[in-house]
């Protein structure tokens, strides 16, 4: 039987770059896949349409995360096609990168509201679709929230917030067997990066240099089996726990 045979993931953020990857590897695995998106639903039905093609099954499902009624729709539309909820995967995030001089209210509310309430909404609606033998939620933090860039200090706190937030719902959730951690990665060569100007810029020099691992950026390919072993029962003993999957970069 495979690792995630007949489980049902919702993955928020899943229509490119790492939650593409994971929702990609969870369908090999067995997963029935919510790919959740925003905005870019040709992504998202593209990744849906290749977890069909590879012989699993999958739906595409929107949900801005900083509207309460689409996260509740997302949730709705993946019970709705596939049952309750095994695994949530809280992928979707923003980043924008200002120094302090820069900082405003609105700079601040455009990263916390997705990040930190918007994980927090997600979470709340689908651990009410949960199933009722438990299962697995997995926060995608970034090593950000440890303080090591310039000109990150909102995006920063908000991962540091997911990472507390991971510790404090393992607590809150283990008396339901719902298993909570989260994985921070390093520099990944993604698309949002790419959207956020940091391809060919001096701060991926910078991060490149400082991983040891191949000198290189991470790719989703190395990120979602990671993912998986958190879905999996490889890691039923795990909980609260945070992995970084950074090529070595600190």
């Not at 949900?63 to 979707?92: R, W």
């Not at 937030?165 to 990665?185: G, W």
């Not at 001096?202 to 290189?216: N, S, V």
Request: a neutral charge; hydrophobic letters at 50%.
């Amino acid at each position: 039987m495979k690792e995630l045979e007949n489980k049902v993931a919702l993955i928020t953020g899943a229509s490119k770059g790492i939650g593409a990857g994971i929702a990609m590897t969870f369908g090999q695995a067995g997963a029935r896949v919510a790919v959740g998106f925003a905005n870019d639903r040709e992504g998202a039905e593209r990744v849906a349409a290749e977890i069909k093609a590879a012989g699993g099954q999958a739906i595409a499902v929107q949900g801005n995360l900083v509207q309460s009624k689409d996260i509740e729709a997302m949730v709705a539309g993946t019970v709705a096609a596939f049952g309750p909820i095994d695994v949530l995967v809280n992928n979707a995030a923003v980043y924008e990168f200002k120094m302090l001089h820069d900082i405003d209210e609105a700079h601040f509310h455009h990263i916390f509201t997705p990040n930190v309430l918007g994980l927090l909404t997600v979470t709340r609606a689908a651990v009410a679709k949960f199933n009722p033998s438990g299962g697995s939620i997995i926060n995608i933090s970034s090593l950000a929230a440890m303080g090591n860039s310039p000109a990150s200090a909102v995006y920063s706190a908000s991962k540091a917030a997911v990472n507390a937030i991971t510790k404090v719902l393992a607590l809150e959730l283990a008396e339901r067997k719902i298993r909570v951690n989260c994985i921070m990665p390093g520099y990944f060569d993604t698309e949002g990066a790419r959207a956020a100007g940091v391809k060919g810029s001096e701060q991926e020099a910078r991060l490149i240099a400082a991983t040891p691992l191949e000198k290189r950026p991470g790719h989703p390919s190395d990120l979602s089996p990671v993912a998986l072993f958190l879905a999996s029962q490889a890691s039923a003993w795990v909980t609260g726990d945070i992995l970084t999957v950074s090529g070595g970069f600190r």
